[in-house]
């Protein structure tokens, strides 16, 4: 079965330091992969994503994600957090030859930052 | 442009009880999503709408039955409400003209059923 994997459910980090948020796929072929934010009480807010091309892919608020083919991991990155970050972040994943283009999502990490 | 929008924001119904969840979008695309969101478990697909004119059931579809009124519009209905549709319910919209369309999303509905 097709899955997606976020193997923490919650991160911590102090501000200003890198942050990671890991993800990882089970998914036949080359799939589309997205990271997705959501802060209390909102919808999902699109990051970025990666289709084909450069493992690695920068995003909106200075978010970058790394793909990694022999691992199926899309790692979400940010090289100095910020207290406003604090969020709910979902990888989500697309599979090839999906019709009606749904999407898998993990079941999120919560990220903390403390200032 | 408001994008996704999502009516209600909060609604409490009895067991039993029947109601339709409304969701728009104003930016000309074809596909519309309805998910629900439980803690720990992330977003799984309940039903989908590739293109005006179709819907298809997603991962959970049972208790629920969707209609695609028009370009614009994809409502969800509850006819029996149970406690385990407690939850809170997003829309998300995409173009659908492309195989790595960015999903957008409403701003979700949370929904306790007692």
Redesign the interface.
Known sequence: AQS?AQPE?QVNVAEGNPLTVKCTYSVSGNP?L?W?VQYP??????LL?Y?TGDNLVKGSYGFEAEFNKSQTSFHLKKPSALVSDSALY?CAV?P?Y??????I????TELSVKP | NAGVTQTPKFQVLKTGQSMTLQCAQDMNHNSMYWYRQDPGMGLRLIYYSASEGTTDKGEVPNGYNVSRLNKREFSLRLESAAPSQTSVYFCASTSGTGDADTQYFGPGTRLTVL
């Open positions: 997606v459910d589309y997205f997705y009480n909102r919808g999902l807010k699109f994503k289709i979902f697309r090839p999906n019709q009606g283009g749904k999407l999502f993990g079941q999120g």
